[in-house]
């Protein structure tokens, strides 16, 4: 069974811990009051990924705070994660610019693969954005984008997840599977 540590990351109050909580079922509740998180939170679940032949895998979920503050503590998050989200609001503006340093923090130095990574443009309650092609830097256009509305299509959202989560255990197959060969051979 593989375990996937998977990192959500973006700007501060774009959604990361409402996401995190509606993926690993923590919460029915998706509304409520603003919180930051502090640092960062650790969610665990076993989940069935798509394409996974019925086998499931343990999931941690890393729902990491969007504050600059804890920009010192980043590097020991990202250490053998096997995945990156980031998830911004397509209603504020500066999160589009923002999601690149994001980028370039957290999926740059870790060389991970396009399909170990997922942009979530999550739309709250009232957004006036719709679900359309977005203004992106071309290093973050070639990564998988997917928007969510937990209010209007949650079960999209839940799919397009183990979508994901199928690509990064087949990518996490894969490496596990060229390690072995490099020691037999």
């Known amino acids: 069974m ?22 690993s079922d923590t919460t029915e509740n998706v509304g409520g009051e603003y919180r930051p ?7 665990e679940f076993e989940s069935q990924p798509e394409g996974s032949n019925d086998k499931t895998c343990d999931v941690e979920l890393w729902d ?14 990202m250490k053998d ?4 989200v980031i998830i911004f609001n397509p209603d504020v503006p500066s999160h589009l610019t923002e999601i690149e340093t994001w980028h370039s923090m957290f999926i740059s130095t870790q060389s991970l693969l ?9 739309h ?3 957004s006036e954005i719709e679900d359309g092609r977005l203004p992106l830097a071309p290093n973050l256009s070639k990564l998988p984008l997917i928007h969510s509305n937990l209010e ?16 990064v255990v087949k990518a996490m197959s894969e490496s596990r599977e060229r390690e072995e060969m490099s020691i037999i051979t």
């Open 64 to 77: 990491c705070s969007g504050d600059f503050k804890f920009e010192s503590c980043w590097p020991a998050l």
């Open 37 to 43: 998180t502090q640092g960062a939170r650790i969610l």
């Open 114 to 122: 396009d399909s170990q990574c997922l942009l979530i443009a999550h």
């Open 124 to 126: 709250k309650p009232g």
């Open 152 to 167: 209007e299509e949650p079960d999209d959202l839940r799919h397009a997840f183990y979508r994901y989560l199928g690509n």
């Open 81 to 84: 994660c096997s995945g990156v």
């Open 2 to 23: 593989f375990k996937a540590k998977i990192l959500f990351v973006g700007p501060t109050e774009s959604g990361k811990t409402v996401l995190a909580n509606f993926l």
